[in-house]
């Protein structure tokens, strides 16, 4: 064979420029499809984070700038920081902002305990009416909140935890979600690697402390950051145990602004952007280890 037959054809200028596009599977991507998943993308940021852009644009604006403009003006002409301060003039912002940290850390703490030892009850140990422990986990993710929540209120009032921290974090102090989230995170460890423990003499605990946590860290971040959400943004469940000012939650305690002062969108919007600021924070934070613990507690079909 001549050298002439082995040498590659060469590429010509057009095909050297004109990079070939593939996705993660070695398919190629026509342009088209490029361009549309782009626009659908930046769609759904605009529907998700537009909203929380508008409303930190409008705490930011001046009493003089006109805020109902047409067409709208996006970037406030003279920026301020007067409207959170107003917020704080106007209610114990800060106060309603600790209690609302204290419940929403005592539930990040509740769930991601009580989930692990449930979840891992149910994934690893052996005994009777597992299976059935597992359905009732299910068939509570079925039922309503608002269906139970005169029971939990008569609840609460028996136990005398009425007006207290205490009686808001109770009800939701394990997730039912949360619990089968950590429970499929254990199933999918190997158990070659508990049963060499178990051989070396570990027993439940110890195969639970030091194999079975330690490789579920990603699936602990997802349950604290919806822990903390769930229990930073709940409304109804505080508006009906808490009656006592001083201990309101940062979510009832902004409600005076829309009541009080419906008509000034700037303290009402300052007070939101201080509402959703830990929520941002917290995610930013664990964002590596959220992404990571969905594939790992991942629902089975």
Not at 110 to 119: D, F, I, M, Q, R
Not at 252 to 271: C, K, M, P, Q, S
Request: include cysteine; hydrophobic fraction near 50%.
């Amino acid at each position: 064979m001549s050298v002439t037959e082995k040498a590659p054809p060469a590429e010509t200028p057009a095909t050297a420029r004109a990079p070939r596009l593939r996705d993660e599977h070695g398919r190629r991507i026509r342009v088209w499809e490029l361009v549309l998943r782009y626009a659908l993308l930046l769609g759904v940021l605009a529907l998700t984070v537009g909203p929380f852009l508008w409303q930190l644009s409008t705490s930011l604006k001046g009493p003089h700038e006109d805020i109902f403009s047409s067409p709208p003006r996006f970037l406030p002409g003279d920026p301020t920081l007067h409207n959170y301060q107003r917020v704080a003039d106007t209610i114990p912002v800060w106060d309603y902002a600790l209690n609302s940290l204290k419940v929403a850390a005592a539930n990040v703490v509740t769930n991601c305990v009580g989930s692990a030892l449930a979840g891992y009850a149910l994934a690893r140990l052996r005994y009777r009416g597992r299976r059935l422990a597992t359905l009732v986990f299910v068939l509570a993710m079925l039922v309503p909140a608002e269906s139970i929540i005169i029971a939990q209120f008569t609840t609460m009032r028996e136990l005398g935890l009425n007006n207290t921290l205490i009686g808001v974090v109770l009800p939701g102090c394990i997730g039912a979600m949360n619990v089968l989230l950590m429970r499929n995170a254990f199933l999918n460890l190997p158990y070659e690697i508990e049963e060499a423990a178990f051989v070396d003499g570990a027993n439940a605990w110890q195969r639970f402390l030091r194999i079975a946590l330690p490789s579920v860290k990603g699936t602990l971040a997802v349950v604290a950051i919806f822990a903390f959400m769930g229990a930073w943004d709940d409304f109804l469940w505080p508006l009906i145990v808490l009656s006592d000012p001083s201990k309101f939650t940062l979510t009832i305690g902004l409600n005076y602004l829309h009541g009080t002062f419906a008509n000034d969108e700037r303290l009402v919007a300052a007070g939101t952007i201080i509402a959703v600021a830990p929520l941002i924070a917290l995610f930013a934070c664990l964002q590596r280890y959220f992404f990571r613990g969905v594939g790992e507690g991942a629902v089975k079909g």
